[in-house]
């Protein structure tokens, strides 16, 4: 089984910066894409960045120059920074990890994390 652990989060003010983490545990197929997930009140989860483990990157456009993410392969780890915060950027963060094989994909994900911005 696969476990995400993220860690990081808070409250922050306009303009501020946070970092988020998360390790996954468990049997990892190394080539797998990781990434970070949103979930504002009242609207649909939308991605905010994914990396594949080549370090390939894509980023949302509403946080492109602000967002910076990043991986350690050999941790298994994914991070987020996040910087120059807004209020809507405010939302439960959640990591992903997808693994692709031949037959069918496999996708897990983090317990979540909240992200508040306000003053």
């Known amino acids: 089984q696969v476990q995400l652990v993220e860690s990081g989060g808070g409250l922050v003010q306009p303009g501020g910066s946070l970092s988020l983490s998360c390790a996954a545990s468990g049997r990892i197929f190394s080539i797998n894409t990781m990434g970070w997930y949103r979930q504002a009140p009242g609207k649909e989860r939308e991605l905010v960045a994914t990396?594949?483990?080549?370090?390939?990157?894509n980023y949302v456009d509403s946080v492109k120059g602000r967002f910076t993410i990043s991986r350690d392969n050999a941790k298994n780890t994914v991070y987020l920074q996040m910087n120059s915060l807004k209020p809507e950027d405010t939302a439960v963060y959640y990591c992903?990890?997808?693994?692709?094989?031949?037959?069918?994909?496999?996708?897990?994900w983090g317990q979540g994390t909240q992200v508040t911005v306000s003053s």
């Open positions: 990396i594949t483990s080549g370090g390939r990157i």
């Open positions: 992903n990890l997808l693994m692709r094989f031949l037959s069918h994909e496999n996708t897990y």
